[in-house]
């Protein structure tokens, strides 16, 4: 499987994978830097900074937009992976190896979660530790709302991390039952809709069942994604 999930890497290129997850990084470190120690979320009138209910501290923004980032480009890999070997019916020529078809998609869907997982707990890390590093040095308008010598916040991330992940496999499902890169895209968003996305003062982010739906859902379709493959025409 290890060789498989290898050979998907390279196949897919994926060092242009890595250079963008260290550009989304960047971009999204840069701009919790921004937030939290350049006052650029600050009223220009009282200096106080404006937050949405619920984003008061720079540890619940960091889930956020990295979550939200790194779902969407989860989705992304699962299309070129997995969606647009379908459309384009080269998937076929895969199917032709002396290797079961299953274990082929399964190698393909673990290469997109490890590299994704990898890339968003790295990412996260690095960003938690910046904001972290200069805290005792400059003024912070958010307060950092984390403790990095906690073992928790560790678990908590690693956690995170994986749900987000997972999630990309319902946009998988759906995209490669419609054939559609755009529709894994479109439900990547929609799901991170419904776990973060607030109506009013609702939300669902706190909720602890949420999570556990979803990623049941996740698993569920990560079964499916795979379900009678042996037997399955792809015409």
């Known amino acids: 499987m290890w060789k498989l999930i290898k050979l998907e890497w390279k196949k897919n290129k994926v060092s242009k994978y890595i250079?963008?997850?260290?550009?989304?990084v960047a971009l999204i470190g840069l701009f919790m830097f921004a937030q939290c120690y350049l006052g650029i979320a600050n009223d220009e009138y009282t200096?106080?900074?404006d937050s949405v209910p619920g984003m008061e501290t720079m540890g619940v923004q960091i889930e956020l937009f990295t979550n939200l980032c790194?779902?969407?480009y989860t989705a992304a890999m699962m299309s070129t992976f997995i969606i647009t070997p379908y459309k384009n019916n080269t998937m076929n020529l895969m199917f032709s190896y002396p290797i079961k078809r299953k274990k082929i998609v399964l190698s393909q869907m673990l290469s997109v979660w490890l590299f994704s997982f990898c890339a968003l707990l790295l990412g996260k890390l690095l960003i938690y530790t910046l904001l972290a590093a200069v805290s005792g040095n400059m003024k912070a308008y958010f307060?950092?709302?984390y403790d990095m010598k906690n073992l928790g916040f560790y678990i908590q991330i690693i956690?995170?991390?994986?749900?987000?992940?997972?999630?990309?496999f319902i946009?998988?499902?759906v995209g490669k039952g419609m054939k559609s890169s755009k529709a894994a895209i479109i439900t990547s968003f929609l799901l991170f809709g419904v776990m973060n996305g607030n109506i009013g003062e609702f939300?669902?982010?706190n909720n602890f069942i949420v999570p556990v739906v979803l990623i049941s859902a996740s698993l569920i379709c990560a079964y499916l994604s795979m379900y009678k493959l042996e037997v399955k025409d792809l015409t």
């Open 19 to 24: 250079f963008s997850a260290i550009i989304i």
């Open 47 to 49: 200096g106080i900074p």
């Open 70 to 72: 790194f779902l969407v």
């Open 143 to 145: 307060i950092l709302g």
């Open 159 to 168: 956690l995170k991390s994986a749900i987000t992940v997972s999630l990309g």
């Open 171 to 173: 946009a998988l499902f």
């Open 203 to 205: 939300t669902l982010r």
